[in-house]
Nanobody
Framework: VRLVESGGGLVQSGGSLRLSCVTS????????MGWFRQGPGKEREAVAA???????TYADSVKGRFTISLDNAEISSYLQMDSLKPEDTAMYYC???????????????????WGQGTQVTVSS
């Protein structure tokens, strides 16, 4: 099972980026996919999560600016990031687990598979 992220890059404050997480080898009927980030000198934090039923959860810091979506047919997730701020600068990771649902605060109730990450840099 693999998760591969893409879509990161350099953007000015106020700009937008769309991250993609494509899976291979995932066969679970129910699952949750989430996005995490880790900025320089910071701990990893959950950003957003979505489960196969379409329920979503977001961290307070991104509510109203980020939107997570899911392609159930491809088992892929997308993170639309608008109104980006310099404090959103981080390595963004996709994570997933089967037979689980969203929790709260941007978390899936569990994750066991991680992607390699994609860098997002927001300049002021």
């Amino acid at each position: 099972v693999r998760l591969v992220e893409s879509g990161g890059g350099l953007v000015q404050s106020g700009g937008s980026l769309r991250l993609s997480c494509v899976t291979s080898g995932v066969t679970a009927v129910s699952y949750c996919m989430g996005w995490f980030r880790q900025g320089p000198g910071k701990e990893r934090e959950a950003v957003a999560a979505i489960d196969s039923a379409g329920y979503t959860t977001y961290a307070d810091s991104v509510k109203g600016r980020f939107t997570i979506s899911l392609d159930n047919a491809e088992i892929s997730s997308y993170l639309q990031m608008d109104s980006l701020k310099p404090e959103d600068t981080a390595m963004y990771y996709c994570a997933a687990d089967g037979h689980t649902v969203v929790g709260s605060g941007g978390h899936c109730r569990s994750v066991s598979i991680w992607g390699q990450g994609t860098q997002v840099t927001v300049s002021s």
